[in-house]
């Protein structure tokens, strides 16, 4: 692991942990639109260190663990840290506008940042397997869509605390990034690139029709 994926995988941690024992502090810190559009801008990035429980906080981190070392390794430490802050603030940027008109929603977790990690290393390397609960082989790239499209069913159930729409800004931040700094992959990767698309576009047809 490189010094900049522990010192984001600590904080997540320690930033969490601290939320799980202090509600005062988790509410403080958690994205609540209400609290945002009367300024608190700060939730905008702190929600992002915090999680609803341990389990939903070993999920990102794995997920990022397994996907961040792809991200360096093709484009270096200071782009996966470029990715990881663009996809968290992008995620939430969405969730905002998304949700603007709902002043109590409240949402929390790295999702959106670690999305963004995700969809940048499916771009950079398509042909990587993932193992399933370390057993059932995978493509990555199916594992990125089924993700985002189990996202939408979060967002369509609103039956938790997780941020599922900041899943989808996040895709798009890393997906965006990794683009721009390896814009040949349009053409030596086009189909992996149409594909990673799809949940995207089916996520903004669905809130365009006012189905989320």
């Given at each position: 692991?490189?010094?900049?994926?522990?010192?984001i995988?600590?904080?997540?941690?320690?930033?969490?942990?601290?939320?799980f024992?202090?509600?005062?502090?988790?509410?403080k810190?958690d994205?609540?639109?209400?609290?945002?559009?009367?300024?608190?801008?700060?939730?905008?990035?702190?929600?992002?260190?915090?999680?609803?429980d341990?389990?939903?906080?070993?999920?990102?981190?794995?997920?990022?663990?397994?996907?961040?070392?792809?991200?360096?390794?093709?484009?270096?430490?200071?782009?996966?840290?470029?990715?990881?802050?663009?996809?968290?603030?992008?995620?939430?940027?969405?969730?905002?506008?998304?949700?603007?008109?709902?002043?109590?929603y409240?949402?929390?977790?790295?999702?959106?940042?670690?999305?963004?990690?995700?969809y940048?290393?499916?771009?950079?390397?398509?042909?990587?397997m993932?193992?399933?609960?370390?057993i059932?082989?995978?493509?990555?790239?199916?594992?990125?869509?089924?993700?985002?499209?189990?996202?939408?069913?979060?967002?369509?159930?609103?039956n938790?605390?997780?941020?599922?729409?900041?899943?989808?800004?996040?895709?798009i931040?890393?997906?965006?990034?990794?683009?721009?700094?390896?814009?040949?992959?349009?053409?030596?990767?086009?189909?992996?690139?149409?594909?990673?698309t799809?949940?995207?576009?089916?996520?903004?047809?669905?809130a365009?029709?006012?189905?989320?």
């Open positions: 692991m490189s010094t900049t994926l522990i010192i995988v600590l904080a997540n941690v320690l930033f969490s942990f601290k939320g024992n202090d509600l005062f502090f988790f509410r810190y994205f609540h639109i209400g609290s945002i559009r009367n300024g608190d801008q700060i939730r905008m990035f702190s929600s992002a260190f915090l999680h609803a341990i389990g939903h906080l070993f999920f990102n981190m794995l997920t990022l663990y397994f996907f961040a070392p792809v991200v360096e390794g093709y484009l270096g430490e200071i782009s996966f840290l470029l990715i990881y802050i663009s996809s968290l603030l992008f995620g939430n940027l969405l969730t905002l506008y998304l949700h603007k008109n709902d002043l109590s409240r949402a929390i977790g790295a999702s959106g940042a670690v999305t963004g990690v995700l940048s290393a499916i771009l950079l390397q398509p042909d990587m993932l193992g399933i609960f370390f059932i082989p995978m493509p990555a790239y199916l594992f990125g869509i089924l993700y985002l499209l189990y996202s939408i069913y979060g967002m369509k159930s609103k938790d605390n997780i941020g599922h729409t900041a899943h989808f800004g996040g895709a931040g890393g997906y965006v990034f990794t683009i721009i700094k390896q814009p040949e992959m349009l053409v030596e990767n086009t189909l992996m690139v149409v594909l990673l799809i949940p995207i576009i089916i996520l903004f047809i669905m365009k029709s006012g189905k989320l």
